[in-house]
């Protein structure tokens, strides 16, 4: 099973940024990676998930603008970038990988397609 492990998280203030980061403890090698976050209370949500192959990506209304997602070929990692949080961002991030033939807009929300996760890294945003 895939290794992944999480790291990036804490507080920020609102409208501040934060730089998730995702190491695969091998290769990419066409791999997509999504970010999925829970709030307290709440279900698993997905946010955003990438290609590895062709860094074609997708985002949820939610943080669409806001955030971007990356991979590095050369660290074998994929980067969730968050720019102007909101406190509606809290909660515990984690990402997941897979190899799939599926469209992204159909699997980058379920997690159920997502068959390796880290362990989550929480993200604490103040107003």
């Known amino acids: 099973q895939l290794q992944l492990v999480e790291s990036g998280g804490g507080l920020v203030q609102s409208g501040g940024s934060l730089r998730l980061s995702c190491a695969l403890m091998?290769?990419?090698?066409?791999?997509?990676i999504a970010w999925f976050r829970q709030a307290p209370g709440k279900e698993r949500e997905g946010i955003s998930c990438v290609k590895s192959i062709n860094g074609e990506a997708w985002y949820s209304d939610a943080v669409k603008g806001r955030f971007t997602i990356s991979v590095d070929y050369d660290t074998n990692a994929a980067t969730l970038q968050m720019d102007n949080v909101k406190p509606e961002d809290t909660g515990v991030y984690y990402c997941a990988a897979v190899r799939s033939i599926e469209p992204l807009q159909i699997m980058c929300a379920q997690s159920y397609y997502w068959r390796n996760w880290g362990q989550g890294t929480q993200v604490t945003v103040s107003s």
């Open positions: 091998e290769p990419l090698d066409n791999y997509r």
